[in-house]
C-alpha cells in the first residue's frame, strides 16, 4: 500500500468517525482546505477514541452509570499515545495511526497529547470539582488543549493565538457542561464547582431531579455566560489563521455559541431535550461565520479580555 492510499484510508475512517460523532464540528470542517481538513478530523478521530475508551461508549453515545475504564486502560492510552511519536513505530489502531501521522507532521509537542489524557484521568479517578479553578483545569485538559493542537495543525505557533485557541476550547466545553448537566448527573459524574451547587442548595445526589431545574437553571445561565469572553477572545485570533481555516472556526465558533444561548433562553427546560442546532441554525451560522472571518481580515484584534483563565506553560 503506498503512503498517499494509506492516509486517504486513515482521512475516511476519520471524516466517518467525525460525521458521527460531532455534527457541530463536522459541518466546519468541510470547510478547511483539503490538506488542513484531513489533519483535523485525524486528530478528532483520536480524540474521540480516547473519550470513547475512558467512557465505555462508541462515537460518543451508548455510556450508561458506572462504565468507566480502569487506571489499566488509561494507562495503555498514554503508552500508545508515547509511541506514536517515535516515527519508527507503525501504529496498528487507525485512530493511533492517524495522531501519529498529524503529531510528526505538524510537530505537536507530546505534553499536549498527555494534557488531554489528563483530563480523561479526572474521569477516571472521579475527580471532585470544589471550584470555578478545578472546573477550568478540566475544561483546558479536555478541550482547551484540543484547541492548542487544532491551532497547530493550520499552522499556529505564535503563544498569543495559541491562547485564543485555547480559549475557544474551553467556550466550548463550558458549553458542553451547561447543555450536559442532568445527562451527565444521570451517570454519576457532575463538573459544576461544588461551592455553586452548595449556594443553590442542590445536594450532589440530586442534581438530575426536576425538583432542582429552576436552581440548576441558574447555574447553566451562569456557565453560559462565563463562557461568553472566552468567545470573544477566540474571534481575536481569526486574523492569524488562512481565510479557509478562519471561515472554519469561526463558523464552529457560532454554532457552539447558539447552542449555549439555547441553553440559557430554554431556562428549567433546558433538559427536556438536548440543546442542539438544526439544519437552518448551521447555515445561517455558516453565512455569519464567512463575515466573522472576513472582518478579521481588516483592523487591530481586540486584547484578550482581562481576568481570563490562561493555560499553563510548562
Known amino acids: 500500500m503506498s503512503e498517499t492510499t494509506h492516509l486517504n484510508d486513515l482521512a475516511h475512517h476519520a471524516t466517518q468517525t467525525i460525521q458521527a460523532g460531532s455534527k457541530s464540528f463536522a459541518t466546519a470542517s468541510r470547510l478547511f482546505d483539503p490538506a488542513t481538513r484531513r489533519s483535523a478530523v485525524m486528530l478528532y478521530a483520536w480524540c474521540r477514541h480516547c473519550d470513547d475508551v475512558i467512557d465505555g461508549q462508541e462515537l460518543g453515545f451508548g455510556q450508561a452509570k458506572g462504565e468507566r475504564a480502569d487506571a489499566a486502560c488509561l494507562a495503555e492510552l498514554r503508552e500508545t499515545t508515547r509511541r506514536a511519536y517515535a516515527s519508527e513505530t507503525i501504529m496498528d489502531s487507525p485512530p493511533f495511526a492517524a495522531f501519529q501521522q498529524v503529531a510528526l507532521t505538524h510537530r ?6 498527555m494534557d488531554h489524557l489528563d483530563g480523561f484521568a479526572m474521569d477516571v479517578h472521579r475527580h471532585r470539582y470544589e471550584t470555578l479553578e478545578d472546573t477550568l483545569t478540566y475544561c483546558y485538559r ?27 476550547g474551553l467556550a466550548f466545553q463550558l458549553t458542553n457542561i451547561a447543555r450536559d448537566i442532568v445527562e451527565d448527573a444521570g451517570i454519576g459524574r457532575c463538573y459544576l464547582p461544588a461551592e455553586w451547587l452548595r449556594e443553590m442548595n442542590i445536594p450532589p445526589d440530586q442534581i438530575a431531579t426536576p425538583y432542582h431545574r429552576d436552581a440548576l437553571a441558574v447555574l447553566a445561565a451562569r456557565l453560559v455566560d462565563l463562557a461568553e469572553p472566552y468567545y470573544q477572545s477566540a474571534r481575536g485570533g481569526l486574523n492569524a489563521l488562512s481565510p479557509r481555516s478562519a471561515w472554519a472556526i469561526a463558523t464552529a465558533h457560532g454554532v457552539y455559541r447558539e447552542i449555549g444561548v439555547k441553553v440559557k ?21 455558516l453565512a455569519r461565520g464567512s463575515l466573522l472571518a472576513l472582518r478579521s481580515r481588516v483592523g487591530t484584534p481586540e486584547p484578550r479580555p482581562a481576568g481570563l483563565w490562561t493555560r499553563p506553560r510548562d
Open 265 to 285: 433562553a430554554q431556562g428549567a427546560r433546558a433538559w427536556d431535550a438536548r440543546a442542539s442546532t438544526s439544519r437552518a441554525d448551521k447555515l445561517r451560522l
Open 108 to 113: 505537536i509537542p507530546e505534553r499536549y497529547p
Open 142 to 168: 479536555v478541550a482547551g488543549v484540543v484547541g492548542v493542537m487544532m491551532a497547530m495543525v493550520m499552522g499556529v505557533r505564535d503563544e498569543p493565538t495559541l491562547d485564543r485557541a485555547c480559549d475557544l
